[in-house]
């Protein structure tokens, strides 16, 4: 008979853990975020009714467009303006300029980089600054959002 100790599976792998993550821009950004979200793609469904041999209705689901993901990207409020100098190209009306690749890693808590996303032709969409309060003991967190044409997870 089996004890409990030994119906654990050691074997498998524990889901990698994200401490911090590190943000490559082309030279624009070269920093540290502690929240990412975004990093995936999607295709719109299309739903084709047709009718089989049997007669009954059948709706097949076909994969549509190909869509990104807007990333957005949070850090801790600083003196640094490189994201906000960033913006104002796009701002400026200069989007081919502004459109840069990059790349995203993930560190675990023993600063070990455990994944990495590259994008590309990726341009800041939005920025905004800290909303917080003069008496709240809350960090200001500055928010970047970017529109990119490509992301694959490349370790």
Do not use: C
Not at 102 to 122: D, K, P, R
Request: aromatic content about 8%; cysteine-free.
């Amino acid at each position: 008979m089996a004890t409990a100790h030994n119906a654990v599976d050691t074997s498998r792998e524990d889901p990698l853990t994200g401490f911090h993550f590190q943000v490559e821009v082309q030279g624009i950004i070269t920093g540290y975020f502690t929240e990412v979200s975004g990093l995936g793609s999607e295709n719109e469904v299309i739903e084709h009714k047709v009718i089989n041999e049997k007669g009954t209705e059948v709706v097949m689901k076909i994969p549509g467009r190909l869509k990104w993901e807007n990333i957005v990207l949070k850090r801790g409020i600083t003196s640094n303006m490189d994201i906000w100098a960033w913006r104002k190209l796009v701002e400026d009306g200069n989007v081919a300029d502004a459109r840069k690749n990059g790349t995203i890693t993930m560190y675990n808590q023993q600063l070990a980089a455990v994944a990495q996303w590259s994008f590309e032709n990726a341009w800041p969409v939005k920025v905004t600054g800290p909303s917080v309060k003069s008496d709240s003991t809350e960090l200001g967190v500055e928010e970047l959002t970017l529109a990119h044409e490509f992301i694959e997870r490349t370790s």
